[in-house]
Nanobody
Framework: VQLQASGGGSVQAGGSLGLSCTAS????????MGWYRQAPGKQRDLVAV???????NYAHTVKGRFTVSRDNANNTVYLQMNNLKPKDTGVYYC????????WGQGTQVTVSS
Protein backbone atom coordinates (compact mmCIF):
# COMPACT_ATOMS: atom_id res chain seq x y z
CA VAL A 1 0.00 0.00 0.00
CA GLN A 2 1.31 3.42 -0.97
CA LEU A 3 -0.04 6.75 0.25
CA GLN A 4 0.34 9.83 -1.92
CA ALA A 5 -0.42 13.16 -0.27
CA SER A 6 -0.96 16.46 -1.99
CA GLY A 7 -1.79 19.98 -0.97
CA GLY A 8 -0.11 21.97 1.73
CA GLY A 9 2.09 24.98 1.18
CA SER A 10 2.45 28.38 2.79
CA VAL A 11 -0.30 30.67 4.00
CA GLN A 12 -0.75 33.61 6.35
CA ALA A 13 -2.48 33.21 9.67
CA GLY A 14 -6.23 33.10 9.25
CA GLY A 15 -5.99 31.48 5.84
CA SER A 16 -7.07 28.06 4.64
CA LEU A 17 -5.44 25.05 3.04
CA GLY A 18 -6.60 21.62 1.98
CA LEU A 19 -4.77 18.32 1.98
CA SER A 20 -5.65 15.07 0.28
CA CYS A 21 -4.11 11.62 0.42
CA THR A 22 -4.88 8.63 -1.78
CA ALA A 23 -3.99 5.04 -1.01
CA SER A 24 -3.10 2.65 -3.80
CA UNK A 25 -1.82 -0.89 -4.14
CA UNK A 26 -3.18 -4.17 -2.82
CA UNK A 27 -6.01 -2.87 -0.68
CA UNK A 28 -8.80 -5.05 0.61
CA UNK A 29 -10.20 -2.68 3.17
CA UNK A 30 -9.00 0.48 4.86
CA UNK A 31 -10.33 1.04 8.36
CA UNK A 32 -8.95 4.22 9.92
CA MET A 33 -7.56 7.07 7.81
CA GLY A 34 -6.32 10.44 8.90
CA TRP A 35 -3.57 12.89 9.57
CA TYR A 36 -0.70 13.44 11.97
CA ARG A 37 1.70 16.35 12.07
CA GLN A 38 5.20 16.95 13.30
CA ALA A 39 6.30 20.45 14.24
CA PRO A 40 10.02 21.27 14.17
CA GLY A 41 11.76 19.67 17.13
CA LYS A 42 8.61 17.97 18.37
CA GLN A 43 7.06 14.53 18.23
CA ARG A 44 4.51 13.47 15.68
CA ASP A 45 0.99 14.06 17.00
CA LEU A 46 -2.51 13.16 15.90
CA VAL A 47 -4.43 15.89 14.08
CA ALA A 48 -7.60 14.13 12.94
CA VAL A 49 -8.71 10.62 12.05
CA UNK A 50 -11.86 9.17 10.53
CA UNK A 51 -13.18 5.63 10.62
CA UNK A 52 -14.66 3.80 7.69
CA UNK A 53 -18.09 4.59 9.16
CA UNK A 54 -16.99 8.25 9.24
CA UNK A 55 -16.66 8.62 12.96
CA UNK A 56 -14.14 11.38 13.54
CA ASN A 57 -11.65 12.27 16.25
CA TYR A 58 -9.77 15.57 16.42
CA ALA A 59 -6.93 16.98 18.46
CA HIS A 60 -8.40 19.60 20.75
CA THR A 61 -6.13 22.24 19.22
CA VAL A 62 -7.79 21.92 15.80
CA LYS A 63 -11.42 21.26 16.74
CA GLY A 64 -13.74 23.70 15.06
CA ARG A 65 -11.10 24.73 12.51
CA PHE A 66 -10.16 21.51 10.71
CA THR A 67 -12.46 19.01 9.00
CA VAL A 68 -11.44 15.48 8.07
CA SER A 69 -13.41 13.53 5.48
CA ARG A 70 -12.94 10.50 3.26
CA ASP A 71 -14.01 8.90 0.03
CA ASN A 72 -14.08 5.14 0.56
CA ALA A 73 -14.64 4.35 -3.10
CA ASN A 74 -11.38 6.10 -4.00
CA ASN A 75 -9.41 5.31 -0.82
CA THR A 76 -8.85 9.01 -0.24
CA VAL A 77 -8.79 11.10 2.92
CA TYR A 78 -9.02 14.87 3.05
CA LEU A 79 -8.18 17.54 5.58
CA GLN A 80 -9.68 21.01 5.22
CA MET A 81 -7.85 23.48 7.43
CA ASN A 82 -9.43 26.86 8.14
CA ASN A 83 -8.37 29.76 10.33
CA LEU A 84 -4.82 28.48 10.32
CA LYS A 85 -2.45 29.58 13.06
CA PRO A 86 1.36 29.67 13.17
CA LYS A 87 1.29 26.76 15.65
CA ASP A 88 -0.26 24.62 12.88
CA THR A 89 3.07 24.74 11.04
CA GLY A 90 4.65 21.35 10.48
CA VAL A 91 4.93 18.33 8.25
CA TYR A 92 1.57 16.62 7.83
CA TYR A 93 1.51 12.84 7.38
CA CYS A 94 -1.49 10.83 6.26
CA UNK A 95 -2.16 7.37 7.63
CA UNK A 96 -4.20 4.38 6.53
CA UNK A 97 -4.86 1.33 8.67
CA UNK A 98 -5.46 -2.04 7.07
CA UNK A 99 -3.78 -5.02 8.70
CA UNK A 100 -1.09 -2.53 9.73
CA UNK A 101 -0.57 1.23 9.68
CA UNK A 102 0.77 2.84 6.54
CA TRP A 103 2.25 6.35 6.45
CA GLY A 104 2.41 8.89 3.64
CA GLN A 105 5.57 10.77 2.78
CA GLY A 106 4.59 14.00 4.51
CA THR A 107 3.68 17.40 3.15
CA GLN A 108 4.81 20.75 4.56
CA VAL A 109 2.36 23.31 5.90
CA THR A 110 3.76 26.69 6.89
CA VAL A 111 1.63 29.37 8.53
CA SER A 112 3.16 32.80 8.96
CA SER A 113 1.96 35.44 11.37
Amino acid sequence: VQLQASGGGSVQAGGSLGLSCTASGSILRIDLMGWYRQAPGKQRDLVAVISRAETTNYAHTVKGRFTVSRDNANNTVYLQMNNLKPKDTGVYYCIADTNRRYWGQGTQVTVSS
